[in-house]
């Protein structure tokens, strides 16, 4: 029964997703800063959204096409995955700046986890620093999570 729903969950991460930014989680070298959040421009429109496509090639690696317009956490693009169990995924965004959260590169860890409803889990953790060249910089992570919904079709 377990193997079965694990090939279940396997089979459901696949497709076209649409997704939204639910949560974050502001975290510095302090812990936790309660209240604290990552304004991204467009916060009640577009901005907030993206979409997934999974693209699946025989004996590869499957791709993670990332479409958001808005971009701001400069992920999207095509990009490999490493399958980490059953259902999930991780994969790498990099991109040159400008970044939201560096000064010189951006690059941010997707984790994508298929749901027995079809659906999917995702967490987005961007590469992160705070300061500046004269008062030092720190280690600041934003945590954003959501979900997506498959696509009609897919």
């Known amino acids: 029964m377990v193997i079965a729903l694990l090939l279940a969950a396997t089979a459901a991460l696949s497709g076209s997703y649409d997704c939204l930014i639910d949560r974050q989680v502001v975290i510095n070298e302090r812990g936790v800063q309660p209240g604290a959040v990552v304004d991204l421009d467009g916060t009640e429109g577009e901005a907030w959204r993206f979409s997934v496509r999974l693209i699946e090639h025989r004996n590869a690696a499957t791709q993670v096409e990332v479409r958001w317009p808005a971009n701001p956490i400069q992920i999207a693009g095509t990009q490999a995955s490493l399958d980490v169990g ?19 590169n951006c690059m941010a860890l997707i984790q994508l986890s298929a749901r027995a409803d079809g659906s999917a889990a995702f967490t987005i953790m961007p590469t992160g620093l705070a300061g500046d060249g004269s008062s030092g910089r720190t280690q600041l992570h934003v945590i954003f999570t959501g979900t997506c919904r498959r696509q009609d079709g897919s």
């Open 86 to 104: 059953p259902g999930h995924l991780a994969f790498l965004a990099m991109s040159r700046p400008p970044c939201m959260f560096t000064e010189t």
